[in-house]
C-alpha cells in the first residue's frame, strides 16, 4: 500500500443523529463506510440509516466514551456537545474532526467573535456584558442584536433590539451585544479543509430567511452577487478555516452591509443548511466532501453542475403530532425537483421536516419552482382541528 494512502477508517461515530447526521450516513454508505450515531431519540433521521444508534445525549461522557471505542473516527452534526470529553479521548490517541480545540472556540460564540477580532476576520463590533441590563445595552448604541454564547441555533439565542422599547424581549441567558448590521445579503461559503491544509471550497450561495424567523427558508446557488464580492468572500471564508486549522467542512455565514462589505456573521463547525444543493448540484457533496477531509481521502471537486434553489420542508405553523406529508405528488410533477424527506415521524411547528432542491438551467426559474413547491407542500398533522 502506498504511504500517501490514508489508514483504513471503517467505521465513522457521528454525534448527532438529525437530518445532517442523516446525510452524512447516506455519502458514508457510498463511501463504503459504517456509522454509529450517538442521539437521544430512539430511530433518530441518522439513526435509521447507521449501522448502531447509541440512545445518550451529546453531553453523556461515558456514552461519548463508548462510541470513540467502537470507531476509528469521531466526528459531529452539532456544536452543542460536551467538549471536555473529546479534549480528554484526544489526549488518549483517539481521531476527532473537527478537532476539540476548533469546537470550544466555535461553541461559545463570544469566544468564535473574539477569535475572529484576534485573526482580523472582518466581524460585525460587539462588546461583552457582564449583566444583561438595559443601560449595558444602551452604553453600546441601538439598533443591536443580543446574542446568547452559547447552545442557540436556527435563530434561537439571537435576539433583534432596534429601540430600548425591544428590551422587554431580551434573552436572559449570559450573552454579548453586537452592531445590527442592515445586510442587503446574506450568503454562505462551504470549505472543506484537510490535515494538510488543503481547501475545497464551494461557491458563495445566498440565504434567504423568513421574514420574523431566523431559519433559512430558501437558498439560491450560486448567490446573486459580484464575481469580485464571490472572490472576496472566498478568500475570506478559507482565511478563516486556515485561521482555526479545521479539519472537515466549515459553514462560514457571511452578510454583505450596504457599503458591500463582507462581515463575518458565525462559523459552523460542521455541514451547513446552506449546502444541501450540493447533493444534486456539484460533483462532490458537502457530506461525502466532510467525509473525504476527516478520513484523509483526497478532496473532490466542488464545481458546479446546474444552477439550483433549496428549499427547507418546515413543520406546519400550529399543528403538533404525527407527520402527514400533503402534496407531494403535484410538487414531485414540477421538472426538476428533488425531495428530501428526514425520517422523522413527529412534527411541530418550524420543525425541518425534509428539504427539496430545485435544478434548472436558470436560477430565476428554479426560484420560481421554489415558491410553488412552497405553496402545495404542506407537512402537518392528520386532523388539525382535533390538536
Ligand atoms: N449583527 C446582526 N445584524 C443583523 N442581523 C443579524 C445579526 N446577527 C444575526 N442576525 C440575523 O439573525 C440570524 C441568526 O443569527 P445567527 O448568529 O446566525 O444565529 P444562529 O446560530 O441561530 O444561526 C442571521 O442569519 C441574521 O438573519
Ligand atoms: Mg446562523
Not at 441590563?133 to 452559547?150: D, E, H, I, N, Y
Not at 430600548?164 to 445590527?180: C, G, K, M, N, W
Request: glycine share 8%; aromatic share 4%; proline share 6%.
Amino acid at each position: 500500500m502506498s504511504e500517501s494512502l490514508p489508514q483504513r477508517i471503517q467505521r465513522i461515530g457521528l454525534i448527532g443523529g438529525g437530518q445532517l447526521g442523516r446525510m452524512t450516513v447516506q455519502a458514508a454508505a457510498r463511501l463504503g463506510l459504517d456509522c454509529v450515531v450517538l442521539d437521544p431519540t430512539p430511530g433518530s433521521p441518522a439513526g435509521q440509516l447507521a449501522a448502531r444508534q447509541i440512545e445518550a445525549d451529546c453531553h453523556n461522557v461515558d456514552k461519548i466514551r463508548e462510541l470513540a471505542s467502537q470507531c476509528d473516527i469521531i466526528t459531529y452534526e452539532l456544536e452543542d456537545i460536551h467538549v471536555d470529553v473529546l479534549d480528554e479521548l484526544e489526549q488518549q490517541g483517539h481521531r476527532i474532526a473537527p478537532s476539540a480545540q476548533v469546537l470550544r472556540t466555535i461553541q461559545d460564540k463570544l469566544r468564535q467573535k473574539r477569535f475572529f477580532q484576534t485573526h482580523g476576520i472582518p466581524s460585525a463590533e460587539f462588546m461583552p456584558i457582564d449583566a444583561v441590563a438595559l443601560s449595558s445595552f444602551a452604553a453600546f448604541g441601538f439598533p443591536l442584536v443580543q446574542k446568547t454564547c452559547r447552545g442557540g441555533y436556527d435563530g434561537r439565542g439571537v435576539c433583534i433590539m432596534h429601540s430600548p422599547d425591544d428590551f422587554a424581549h431580551h434573552l436572559s441567558a449570559p450573552s454579548f451585544v453586537e452592531r445590527f448590521i442592515p445586510a442587503s445579503q446574506e450568503i454562505a461559503v462551504l470549505v472543506a479543509r484537510n490535515q494538510r491544509g488543503e481547501c475545497a471550497t464551494y461557491p458563495p450561495v445566498e440565504m434567504g430567511f423568513k421574514p420574523g424567523h431566523n431559519i433559512l427558508d430558501i437558498l439560491l446557488a450560486p448567490a446573486n452577487i459580484s464575481d469580485q464580492l464571490a472572490e472576496s468572500a472566498v478568500q475570506i471564508a478559507e482565511k478563516t478555516v486556515d485561521a482555526l486549522q479545521g479539519v472537515g467542512l466549515f459553514g462560514v455565514e457571511m452578510f454583505i452591509d450596504p457599503d458591500n462589505r463582507i462581515l463575518v456573521n458565525e462559523v459552523a463547525p460542521r455541514t451547513h443548511n446552506s449546502g444541501h444543493h450540493t447533493i444534486e448540484a456539484n460533483i462532490t457533496d458537502q457530506f461525502e466532501q466532510h467525509l473525504r477531509a476527516i478520513i484523509g481521502l483526497p478532496l473532490g471537486s466542488t464545481k458546479t453542475l446546474s444552477p439550483a434553489a433549496m428549499l427547507n420542508l418546515l413543520g406546519a405553523p400550529d399543528q403538533s403530532g404525527r407527520a402527514v406529508v400533503r402534496g407531494l405528488a403535484e410538487a414531485l410533477a414540477i421538472p426538476g425537483v428533488c425531495l428530501h424527506l428526514y425520517g422523522k415521524k413527529e412534527t411541530y411547528p418550524q420543525r425541518k421536516m425534509g428539504h427539496v432542491t430545485i435544478l434548472d438551467e436558470n436560477l430565476a426559474d428554479a426560484a420560481h419552482k421554489a415558491h410553488q413547491v412552497r405553496d402545495l407542500i404542506e407537512i402537518g398533522v392528520a386532523d388539525p382541528e382535533g390538536q
